[in-house]
Every structure is written in structure tokens, then in C-alpha cells.
């Protein structure tokens, strides 16, 4: 099992917050995707944003969350929309 500090884009404060929504490991992120993940964090820590979505997207994808692909930003920006 991975910390989630190995993943791109995972620091500690992320990780942390992660783990206070019982994510606890790299794999775990991984197998639940980045919008449960996202979605848990958001229910728990409303101030979390659209740059907190892509972070997770690009560790899960291990890519720099600004070089995610535009058609998977959008994506991701609807998704975060829909939690308004």
C-alpha cells in the first residue's frame, strides 16, 4: 500500500484531508476515482474547489493537474458544478 504523499500532485494538507474521509492510500484513491473522492471532501470540507478536483484526476492519472487533457477538465468542471 502507497501513501497518497507518493502520487503527484498529493502534499501533505491533501493527503490529510483524504484520509479524514477514509482514503487512506494510494490505491484506495485510485480505485475510488477522483469525483468520490472529490465529492467526500466537498461534503466535509465545503471550501475545497475545482483545482482540488483536478489535482486528484492528474495523481490518479499521474500527470500534472494543469496538463490534464481540456475535454477532461470539462468533465471534471461539470461534475464540480453539479455540487452548487
Do not use: W
Not at 48 to 61: K, P, R, T, W
Request: aromatic share 8%; hydrophobic share 40%.
Amino acid at each position: 500500500m502507497k501513501d497518497l504523499t507518493t502520487m503527484l500532485n498529493i502534499g501533505q494538507e491533501m493527503a490529510s484531508k483524504l484520509k479524514s474521509v477514509e482514503i487512506n492510500t494510494a490505491e484506495e484513491l485510485v480505485k475510488i476515482g477522483s469525483k468520490e473522492a472529490f465529492f467526500r471532501l466537498k461534503m466535509k470540507f465545503p471550501q475545497v474547489c475545482l483545482v482540488h478536483l483536478y489535482a486528484l484526476e492528474g495523481a490518479i492519472q499521474n500527470i500534472e493537474f494543469n496538463c490534464l487533457p481540456k475535454t477532461t477538465k470539462a468533465d471534471l468542471k461539470e461534475f464540480s458544478d453539479s455540487l452548487k
